[in-house]
């Protein structure tokens, strides 16, 4: 198991490098001009002399390739460079973003768990049931509605109608994340239940159950302690992915919700075209995905001992 997690790791490094040199380059190839977009919002005209200077200065009048070692041996280093915009240091402004993105994360998961899989297990025992029809019709609704929609409704309900949340956040409190938490989660949710129903309606088929039941056991003792451990695969990969995407920040839900995570930091950025945020936020969304499929992966050995990683004999 150490060797795999070794190899495992060493593949982290040519996937980084290649991700972070591909974003790099298709932002140099876009064209567009940091210091002229930097003037343009602020309102400021400058000359031709002091715009080449800024160019100079921040770097970006050399070749692309000796841009790019640049900045990929200051990377190495824990130096992700200056904000174009703020001026700022672009990690210590990434990492006061992660609190907000940890805290959203966090509470959109404990969400999704708790309303995914007790509704899809429910469902899958009452297959073709009211309460199966029920669920899986709402499954589609919120499946179906845009998470902008989602949130607009939600703050016209409990933030206008109801004032029991806030309309826009103002700081990092549970009453604040509430809101935002509960749109991602709904739907998250509306997807993830049907894929628990039919992970469950697939283990309920197999002869283990029905031998079960021959033997007299109680049907919950199945369904908690076999039936449901062997959807954990499935589950886990499903959680997995939703970790992984909202650890980058979900955009569209931030922005309305003023959230100040990293999502929020990202599109900012992309807006104002502050390339080395941008390049930050790249980084932290591969380093995201691949640590999240390793856990993942490893995690899959603890719950089936049937499974072996990396050509393992048992």
């Given at each position: 198991?150490?060797?795999?997690?070794?190899?495992?790791?060493?593949?982290?490094?040519?996937?980084?490098?290649?991700?972070?040199?591909?974003?790099?380059?298709?932002?140099?190839?876009?064209?567009?001009?940091?210091?002229?977009?930097?003037?343009?919002?602020?309102?400021?005209?400058?000359?031709?002399?002091?715009?080449?200077?800024?160019?100079?200065?921040?770097?970006?009048?050399?070749?692309?390739?000796?841009?790019?070692?640049?900045?990929?041996?200051?990377?190495?280093?824990?130096?992700?460079?200056?904000?174009?915009?703020?001026?700022?240091?672009?990690?210590?402004?990434?990492?006061?973003?992660?609190?907000?993105?940890?805290?959203?994360?966090?509470?959109?998961?404990?969400?999704?768990?708790?309303?995914?899989?007790?509704?899809?297990?429910?469902?899958?025992?009452?297959?073709?049931?009211?309460?199966?029809?029920?669920?899986?019709?709402?499954?589609?609704?919120?499946?179906?509605?845009?998470?902008?929609?989602?949130?607009?409704?939600?703050?016209?309900?409990?933030?206008?109608?109801?004032?029991?949340?806030?309309?826009?956040?103002?700081?990092?409190?549970?009453?604040?994340?509430?809101?935002?938490?509960?749109?991602?989660?709904?739907?998250?949710?509306?997807?993830?239940?049907?894929?628990?129903?039919?992970?469950?309606?697939?283990?309920?088929?197999?002869?283990?159950?029905?031998?079960?039941?021959?033997?007299?056991?109680?049907?919950?003792?199945?369904?908690?302690?076999?039936?449901?451990?062997?959807?954990?695969?499935?589950?886990?990969?499903?959680?997995?992915?939703?970790?992984g995407s909202l650890l980058g920040g979900t955009a569209i839900v931030e922005s309305i919700f003023l959230?100040?995570?990293?999502?929020?930091?990202?599109?900012?950025?992309?807006?104002?075209?502050?390339?080395?945020?941008?390049?930050?936020?790249?980084?932290?969304?591969?380093?995201?995905?691949?640590?999240?499929?390793?856990?993942?992966?490893?995690?899959?050995?603890?719950?089936?001992?049937?499974?072996?990683?990396?050509?393992?004999?048992?």
């Amino acid at each position: 198991m150490r060797n795999d997690i070794f190899r495992r790791l060493l593949q982290l490094i040519p996937i980084l490098l290649g991700i972070t040199f591909l974003s790099f380059a298709m932002m140099h190839l876009a064209g567009s001009d940091a210091i002229a977009q930097q003037a343009d919002a602020s309102g400021v005209a400058l000359s031709p002399e002091v715009m080449a200077a800024r160019r100079a200065e921040l770097g970006l009048d050399q070749p692309f390739l000796v841009q790019y070692v640049r900045w990929l041996g200051g990377f190495l280093t824990g130096d992700l460079g200056i904000s174009y915009v703020s001026g700022k240091d672009v990690f210590a402004t990434f990492v006061s973003k992660l609190p907000a993105t940890l805290l959203l994360t966090g509470v959109s998961i404990a969400l999704t768990v708790l309303l995914s899989i007790p509704l899809g297990i429910l469902a899958a025992v009452r297959q073709n049931r009211f309460a199966d029809y029920l669920i899986r019709f709402f499954s589609f609704a919120g499946n179906s509605m845009p998470n902008f929609f989602v949130a607009l409704l939600l703050l016209y309900a409990f933030a206008v109608c109801i004032p029991i949340f806030p309309v826009i956040s103002d700081g990092l409190s549970l009453r604040s994340v509430a809101l935002p938490a509960l749109t991602l989660a709904i739907a998250m949710s509306s997807k993830y239940l049907r894929q628990v129903r039919a992970a469950v309606l697939d283990e309920l088929s197999r002869d283990y159950v029905t031998g079960a039941r021959a033997r007299g056991i109680r049907f919950s003792v199945t369904l908690y302690k076999s039936v449901l451990r062997s959807c954990m695969t499935t589950i886990l990969t499903l959680l997995s992915l939703s970790i992984g995407s909202l650890l980058g920040g979900t955009a569209i839900v931030e922005s309305i919700f003023l959230w100040d995570g990293v999502g929020k930091l990202a599109v900012d950025a992309i807006q104002m075209r502050d390339y080395p945020m941008i390049q930050a936020y790249v980084v932290w969304m591969a380093v995201i995905y691949v640590a999240v499929n390793l856990v993942t992966d490893l995690s899959y050995r603890l719950l089936d001992p049937r499974i072996r990683l990396g050509g393992e004999r048992p």
